[in-house]
């Protein structure tokens, strides 16, 4: 296949196939993210190395901006896709939108 070929593919996706890979990536958006924000709670043991601290934090702070990227997409993906898909766009837009109120309402 050649570039024209594979480019040419990828702008032929589907609305529904966008909605279904919406889906997917809020689960794994949100998992990664919990995981990232998660994974910092706690102090680490004093006879733990500064630099195995610091690894561990940017490991972490990757993984929460992977998850926030795949939210992101998702959002996207739900909006490109919410006129063949409605319901499955509002349910994704929705499981988006929801637990990150419930994080903003929780900080006030």
């Known amino acids: ?5 594979i ?3 990828l702008e032929r996706m ?3 196939s966008a ?3 919406a889906f997917l990536l809020v689960v794994a958006g949100w998992s990664l993210a919990f995981y990232g924000v998660m994974s910092q709670l706690g102090d680490p043991s004093p006879s733990v190395p500064h630099a195995q601290i ?4 940017h490991l972490s702070i990757f993984v929460l901006c992977i998850g926030v990227v795949c939210v992101l997409a998702a959002l996207w993906l ?3 896709s919410f006129s063949a898909a409605r319901v499955r766009a509002s349910i994704c837009a929705a499981l988006i939108i ?3 109120v419930a994080v903003i309402l929780s900080l006030l």
């Open 54 to 57: 610091e690894a561990a934090r």
């Open 14 to 16: 589907k609305q529904t």
């Open 78 to 80: 739900s909006g490109y």
């Open 19 to 21: 909605a279904n890979l």
């Open 7 to 9: 480019k040419l593919k």
């Open 98 to 100: 929801s637990p990150s």
């Open 1 to 5: 296949m050649h570039f024209c070929q």
